[in-house]
């Protein structure tokens, strides 16, 4: 968003954009609207009406018998009201009195109604919002969350949408209800005396002008607001799961100096936005009380030197224009106030709705997976159930299928690749893995090693080079069925809430309780498991914060042994376990890997001594490949980084 130069604070983009696509959320509830804008309606004649009834009231009981003063052509009125005898007045009192009160209850019930009906509505919508920005999220790539912190996306759920809702709840009908309003009393002030209505219309011109100019200042710094509330909410986050380090390293002083400065930034966009906002309604309720003395004293003025009626009639005149000032001022007031409102939906609707653009993963491919039956001649046939033998199935463009056994055999073909466009990490990159081979990649931090890992689940696509699966450019295949054949551990384990069986079955969701407890078992964490209060039904919770980073690590294993996948993806995978457990696991983890295809990331050179072939990468480039007994040989960057003469950085 641009900002603005002179107060630092961010313009809408697109004002009534975002207005008219909020609005249209409301579309599926046009029914119920349609109640609410009669609610409205009703209610605001009714106060208008009742207003209105003050006018023959105050002068009615004011007037005797050898009064002529017509009130209205109502004969009740002329029989009760401009009698002399004090019985007939209570009666005339009775009925006006019922009838305005009648006339408040009714708009009572139907505020009641009206407001129920919304509540509804603003919720309802709000749900449809959340889910469709959530199920847009899960299709954004990778790097949408590579570069934007948890806690500003979790500020588009909570505080963005909050806005939204309150200008559904509480805008539009305000909004709806004050144009009626005026609308209303203006024509009964016009209704009752011109001159004082043109007198009313002027200054309510300089109200106008009031509210449009502090609207005005204030709009842009609810989207800076909004922004702030955002980054506020991302440190905080951040922060909050990084404790033990910010502790561990006593940067507790530099944490809560950085937040002061991030809050004291909160401060001041949310001061300026607010400063304007909260001197409009002040200035609103002076203005108006300035009105109300104008009027009456003009009012004043007019039944005095009034020669075509009697001044006694000017009374309930002046009286129930005295309360329309009150309520014609009172829905401007209202306005200037939930303009503020809009604007803060505003600024949350132009983030919502700025992540619910972004474009969502591309994904062109038409190779599917499917479980394949095999027979001894190698003819593949699909199959609608597991059979533990997976095949490609590729259509091509003159209509024939093709299917391709899923062997796991992966290809690098001249890759380069950059995160950013003037930063490559990986130049002219080709190396490949035979179906059931273990590759190794080994280099320092920032080498482009889990770039690699990344590339294979097309997690990022490639600009330049090919990366081929079991013969097939990994472009034409699904991402969905890509990476269903494939298996990761990463190092930063993610747990989710849960008992420890649904996490394991993570991997596979329709795996049994039986096929769970073998790939815990696999992986070594099946006795950890049995010491648990519950074992495989003990809940987990923020992350499994009551299991060890070594547990959650092997649980994160098991969860990849379930899916039973031809390729695996090991990114550090046992980086947090110690040597003895590292052990257990390298057993479970070598009958797992059996023919399969698996993809090997590690710090611990020990852990990659039985691979196939270990690729060291350096600054984006393999500059060493073979097995490890080759590589001793070579007595290279290897054999420097293995007896301790390099360390990995």
Known sequence: MPRDKHMGAMKPKNLKGTLFRLISYLK??????????LCIVIQAIANIGATALLSPLLPGLAATPASDV?????????KYALSGVASDKMIFLGIMVGLIASIYLIALAVNYVLNRILIGISTSTMTRLRND????MQQLPIKVFDTTTHGELM??????????????????????????????????????????ALVMFGMLVLMFFIVKFLGGRSKKNFVAQQAAVGKLNGYIEEMTEGQKVVKAFNHEEIAVAEFDKINSQWQEVSTRANSYANIMGPIMGNLSHFFYAGIAIIGAIIAVNSTTKDPLQYVGIIAAFLLYVRNVTNPIMQIGQQINLLFMAVAGGERV????????????GKVTLVYADIDDGGVITESDTRTGRWAWKYPHSDGRIEYIELKGDVRFEDVTFGYEENKTVLHNVSLYAHPGQKIAFVGSTGAGKTTITNLINRFYDVPDGKIRYDGINI???KKADLRRSLAMVLQDTHLFTGTVMDNIRYGRLDATDEECIAAAKSANAHQFIMHLPE????????????????QRQLLAIARAAVADPPVLILDEATSSIDTRTEW????????????????????????????????VLEHGEIIERGSHDDLIAQKGKYYQLYTGMFELS
């Open 475 to 477: 472009n034409k295949i």
């Open 155 to 196: 500020t588009r759920y909570t505080n963005d949408i909050d806005m939204m809702n309150e200008f559904i709840a509480r805008c539009i009908p305000q909004f709806i209800s004050s144009f009626i309003t005026i609308i209303g009393v203006f024509t009964m002030m016009f209704i009752l005396s011109w001159q004082l």
């Open 353 to 364: 709705f700025a992540l619910m653009d972004t474009p969502v993963e591309v994904d062109d």
């Open 28 to 37: 599926p509830y046009k029914g119920r609207m349609s109640i609410v804008i």
């Open 584 to 615: 257990l696991i390298e057993k479970g983890m070598d009958a797992l890997m059996e023919g399969r295809t698996t993809f090997v990331i590690a710090h611990r050179l020990s852990t990659v001594r039985n691979s196939n072939a270990i690729m």
């Open 535 to 550: 074992g495989y039904n003990t809940l987990l919770t923020r992350d499994g914060e009551n299991l060890s980073q070594g």
């Open 133 to 136: 920005l959530f199920a847009h």
């Open 70 to 78: 017509k009130l209205t052509g109502l004969n009740f009125i002329d």
